[in-house]
């Protein structure tokens, strides 16, 4: 019985479907004559209570397969008359075609159809009568919209919550500064925040390498062990796929948690359970299921070839199902876990790790402001080139567009702050309207986030109508950067490199004013 087909009309495909399901069924088989023997060496049941079990489970079995079979081929086998009628219809609306006729006939043997074959054909029937305008070509169009639509519906939602509480639906509050707020560490900004919000809910965990008894090592949980107890704030071992695993368990099962990642460079080993488990987990179950938690990192720029890593394309390949959040400063990363933390939505959040010492304002409103996702922030406005940038690359293009004012060229700075979701708003495109030419800005290898930045604004938002020079990245070096000063400078982008990439920009649309 398990060689029989289901569903799909290869040959070839039967044979693989076959030798699996006959792999499988004869594994499970062997697993309940090994339980009836155990029944009768222990005396639990006699032989013909058994043959009797094993009977009635036979034919459950036979007669669950088969409803389930007839459940999912009726309303198949009603689309497919659907469409033999629509496609009679087109036979007799347009002049005799050979193509017509010969896809009339296949849909009509397609044997056991499943729903995308069905759609395959209806596809070559509206390739063979473009250009008509029949009453039966837009049932066609019709049908296939509708086709598309369901499809929609059983196989491209519940990537992201949809619910409520989706992190997209988070109230946005901005940070609130008292007149005398002091100027502190960013590390201190985090501290504070993560005091508050341990204090605020009681159901919060974090835990990572070095997070309990030193406070992680940049210090942003330092003492926060020692006021929460070593359940809530603990140390873990150095094994990232099971720091990813625990925060996954603990989500699910109620709690919030903060899994920390130590660096960036590190997170290669939590690929596995961040894509094939986090990112899919309320995919693959229609929304049935969720993991709400928050996986903590700090990378982008520093020195050393293991603690200045910014794999960003990688992970924005791999994470699609969790949010992937690139923070410029601590302040914004506090809004942003406040922001995660109201959803049930996981996240990936990646921290500065050249930030931690440099100097921000206290916000007096620590646990409450929120930083929406998908919005990008203009920092500074500008007329001649749109440049786009996150991260700790805030910091080197402010510094590089401080030089490119000497020269009279005005750069307008956006900070895209979140990766996925990307410029929800189409923000971006806003500001191509107005200074028709755009840098895409980050330390990740050349083709990485860069190039993603560039699909999305060229592309998705339609920012190539609005150009009148070719767009230009600016990226790292295609390897790691080597260690000290020099490797970081050669490696990374400066603030020179940005002087140069937007004046070659300048000097190509007037060269007159802008020579080389």
């Known amino acids: 019985d398990c060689t029989q087909p289901f569903g799909h009309s290869t040959s070839g495909s039967h044979e693989r479907y076959k030798s699996k399901e006959r792999l499988e069924w004869e594994a499970e088989w062997d697993c309940v004559r090994k339980m009836e023997a155990w029944m009768l060496e222990n005396e639990l049941a006699s032989e013909t209570e058994t043959a009797a079990i094993r009977e009635t489970a036979i034919r459950d079995a036979k007669a669950g397969r088969k409803q389930a079979w007839e459940l999912f081929r009726k309303p198949i086998e009603a689309e ?5 009628h629509i496609f009679s219809h087109i036979k007799k609306q347009h002049p005799p075609s050979e193509n017509i006729r010969q896809l009339g006939q296949e849909l009509r043997q397609l044997m056991n159809p499943v729903l995308s074959e069905l759609l395959k054909v209806a596809r070559r029937m509206q390739m063979a009568t473009l250009g008509s305008s029949s009453v039966a070509r837009t049932e066609l169009e019709a049908w296939i919209k509708a086709t598309f639509e369901l499809a929609h519906r059983r196989y491209h939602t519940h990537l992201y919550s949809e619910t409520p509480r989706s992190a997209l639906k988070v109230e946005e509050v901005p940070a609130r500064y008292e007149p005398d707020a002091p100027l502190v560490n960013g590390f201190e900004v985090l501290n ?8 605020q809910y009681p159901h919060l965990y974090a835990f990572g390498e070095d997070v309990g008894k030193i406070g992680d090592v940049n210090q942003a949980f330092a003492g926060l062990q020692a006021k929460y107890g070593e359940s809530r704030v ?9 720091i990813v695993g625990q925060a996954m368990g603990m989500a699910m099962r109620g709690l919030r948690a903060i899994g920390e990642i130590q660096y960036l460079d590190y997170i290669h080993y939590a690929i596995a359970p961040l894509s094939d488990d986090l990112a899919s987990l309320r995919y693959r179950t229609n929304g049935q299921q969720i993991a709400p938690a928050i996986i903590r990192t700090r990378g982008h720029r520093l020195e050393g070839i293991w603690h200045s890593g910014s794999p960003i394309g990688m992970l924005l390949h791999a994470l699609r199902g969790i949010y992937l959040l690139v923070p410029r400063n601590m302040t914004q990363a506090a809004g942003m876990y406040q922001t995660m933390l109201q959803s049930d939505d996981p996240a990936l959040i990646i921290e500065c790790l ?4 440099l100097k921000e304002r206290l916000p007096a409103n620590l646990g409450e402001f929120t930083v929406p996702l998908g919005m990008p922030e203009i920092l ?6 749109s440049l786009l940038t ?9 510094e590089g567009i401080a030089l490119l004012q000497q020269h009279g060229i005005s750069v307008e700075l956006i900070d895209v702050q979140t990766l996925l979701p990307f410029d929800l708003e189409h923000r971006i495109v806003q500001s191509l309207k107005k200074t028709n030419r755009v840098l895409f800005m980050d330390e990740d290898v050349p083709g990485g986030a860069s190039a993603y930045m560039m699909q999305q604004v060229l592309e998705v938002q339609g920012g190539y109508r ?15 950067p080597p260690f000290a000063d020099d490797g970081d400078y050669f490696s990374k982008p400066s603030a020179e490199d940005v002087f140069q990439a937007v004046y070659e920009l300048m ?5 007159g004013r802008f020579p080389l």
């Open 80 to 84: 497919r008359k659907q469409l033999i």
């Open 192 to 199: 504070a925040y993560f005091d508050k919000v341990l204090d």
């Open 234 to 242: 603990f140390d873990t071992g150095i094994r990232e796929w099971t």
């Open 354 to 357: 050249n930030g931690y010492r």
């Open 380 to 385: 500074q406005q500008g007329t001649d080139v």
């Open 390 to 398: 996150y991260g700790s690359c805030v910091r080197v293009a402010q």
């Open 466 to 480: 609005y150009l009148d020079s070719p767009p230009v990245t600016l990226t790292a070096a295609p390897h790691r």
């Open 507 to 511: 000097n190509e649309a007037e060269p």
